[in-house]
């Protein structure tokens, strides 16, 4: 019998990389309107660099930008782009298709949902509170929760203990098989692959069910609970 649902938060829940990808052109953009002499287009190419080698929550990306760029730190350009980014972030911090109405049929139908997710507690918290899904869970794990990041089973042990719960009752949502399919499945958590968010181009996900559509988990709950 399945109770509960954990749920990874970027590219599961929300579309994570669009929202990051139109931040950062806003950035440059600003930048470059601010006097910024760059070609946008690299500029683009290296602040994504930057951020897969630097960490996606990184606050100090543009400032290593500008580093890089032009061997200090400009607080008019520091500044220009600071808040071209948080505007164009907080335009595109959208839920993927289907995210309300599925979170509010499995809340209907009797089951906990928590979210374990590798990012920091305070951006976390930020991102679930803006698109009002701080209602639906009843436990969120962060990094600064947890101390390890997936596939460490840390988060997933945690939230079993939290919730109460067997590794059986439960199922694990997330678009990184490498970190979430297996950090669940070191302690036997059911996993599903949310297709939909991938961003790797995944070929085989190593899940026990893959989805194209959210919506798609009710029907797997509603078959393993014979409903």
Not at 6 to 17: E, K, Q, S, V, W
Not at 166 to 178: A, F, H, N, R
Request: charge should be negative; hydrophobic fraction near 45%; charged fraction near 25%.
């Amino acid at each position: 019998m399945i109770k509960a649902l954990i749920f990874d938060l970027d590219n599961t829940l929300l579309d994570f990389m669009n929202m990051k990808q139109q931040a950062i052109t806003a950035a440059v953009d600003g930048m470059m309107e601010a006097g910024l002499n760059i070609d946008g287009r690299e500029a683009y190419d290296e602040i994504m660099s930057l951020y897969e080698s630097g960490g996606w929550e990184n606050q100090e990306i543009f400032n290593d930008f500008l580093r890089n760029k032009t061997g200090d730190v400009d607080y008019k350009l520091l500044a220009a782009g600071i808040v071209a980014y948080r505007r164009a972030r907080d335009a595109a911090l959208t839920l993927y298709p289907g995210v309300q109405k599925a979170l509010i049929t499995l809340s209907k139908m009797g089951l906990k949902l928590a979210i374990v997710s590798d990012a920091p507690r305070r951006e976390a918290w930020l991102r679930i509170c803006y698109l009002n899904l701080h209602h639906f869970f009843d436990l969120v794990l962060t990094f600064d929760d947890v101390g390890e990041r997936k596939p460490s089973p840390k988060g997933f042990e945690m939230a079993l203990s939290e919730l109460g719960f067997t590794s059986e009752q439960v199922l694990m949502v997330g678009d990184w098989p490498e970190r979430d399919m297996v950090g669940a499945h070191q302690i036997g958590i059911r996993t599903i692959f949310a297709k939909y968010g991938d961003t790797f181009g995944t070929v085989e996900s190593g899940a026990d069910w893959e989805v194209d559509d959210i919506f798609e988990i009710v029907s797997i709950v509603k078959s393993l609970n014979g409903a």
